[in-house]
């Protein structure tokens, strides 16, 4: 989420530098694409996304909403499981 922020700044900045701001942007867009971070928070979409089809395809709206926040919820606390060690 960091890297996000990092590129709107970026924008806003590099839209007044001109040229070089521009190329400074370009580069910094490349690196956020291709960070390990943006890569996980793709997959995690994907892996979201997949699974609420599956659910609403079998379940119904109501067994959607309730399996993705169940997966939201356990993700969640992995990964602040994952920080405190």
Do not use: N
């Not at 390990?36 to 909403?65: D, K």
């Amino acid at each position: 989420m960091e890297a996000i922020i990092g590129f709107v700044a970026g924008y806003l900045a590099g839209s007044r530098d001109g040229r070089a701001g521009l190329e400074r942007l370009r580069t910094s867009w490349h690196a956020i694409r291709t960070s390990p971070e943006v890569r996980r928070l793709a997959g995690e979409a994907a892996v979201m996304a997949e699974a609420t089809v599956r659910r609403a395809a079998s379940g119904g709206l109501s067994g959607t909403v309730s399996g993705v926040t169940d997966l939201i919820a356990s993700r969640a606390a992995s990964r602040q499981g994952q920080r405190a060690a």
